[in-house]
Every structure is written in C-alpha cells, then in structure tokens.
C-alpha cells in the first residue's frame, strides 16, 4: 500500500510564512493562518513542504486503507492561495455563490488575492466544513461550538 508523502512535520510555519517572497501573499496568508487557527483552536503545523494544516481527523475507507489528514490547511501557491476545504463544497454551494472571485476543485478553494472574497463568507465556510469533518471524523481539536 502506497505511503502518503505529504505528512506533518517539525518544520518551522512562522519561518515558511516568512520565507514568502511576494508580499502581499505573505500577508494573506499570515491572515488566512490567523483565521484558520482560531476557527479550529488548533495550531498551524507543516504538512509537506508548502502546506500549513490545523487539527487532525483519522478516516478509514471501505478498503481498510486507512490515515489521517488535517481538518482545514492552506497553501500560499505562486498562481494563487489554495485553501483545502476537506468537506468538499457540495453543502455549500449557497455560501460560495455569495464569496466571490474563485475556482473551486474537489476539495479545494482557489483565491487569486483575498480582496477578490468576502471574508466573512470565507469564515463561515471554514467553520462550516470544520464543524462537518468534526461531526463525521474522530479529530484532534475540541469542539468549538
């Protein structure tokens, strides 16, 4: 069974948030990190080299394979910032319709630039795929509702 490469690890967020060269990238995700870690209650940590991930579930398919992921992270991408919304976006198609300028993929939200979102909308879809992969994953972040 193939091993996952993209696990977490000791590597320093504050020092790859830094590291970002183009800086009104660095700034949004220094606020994409700030809103994500008080969504969750959980810290950021590495996950690879170039995602920040907050909290844990562990997930088993039908397969038996089974592993466990962060509960929401991000990516500050040089084409744009990636946020990995774990629940997916099929229960949330009201609230992206009302977010603004992105693309989406089966997991993933692409933002340009965070002036092109609303960011009370962008909150709430945190929060609301936090809460789902809490209510359907055993995590590692205490309940914040």
């Not at 696990?7 to 948030?17: H, I, M, Q, R, T």
Request: aromatic share 10%.
């Amino acid at each position: 069974m193939a091993e996952l490469k993209t696990k977490v690890n000791d590597a320093s967020v504050e020092a790859f948030l830094d590291g970002i060269t183009h800086e009104r990238r660095r700034a949004e995700a220094k606020q994409v990190c700030a809103m994500m870690a008080e969504v969750t209650g959980a810290p950021p940590k590495m996950w690879g080299e170039a995602i920040i991930g907050f909290g844990s579930y562990h997930y088993t398919y039908e397969s038996g394979r089974s592993g466990g992921w962060f509960l929401v992270g991000f990516s500050p991408r040089k084409t744009s910032l990636t946020l990995y919304i774990m629940a997916g976006f099929g229960e949330y198609e009201a609230l992206t319709a009302r977010l603004g300028k992105h693309k989406t993929g089966k997991s993933c939200l692409y933002i340009n630039k965070l002036a092109d979102v609303d960011l009370a909308v962008l909150r709430e879809l945190v929060d609301e795929s936090v809460a789902h992969m809490k209510a359907k994953y055993a995590t590692d972040c205490a309940s914040r509702r």
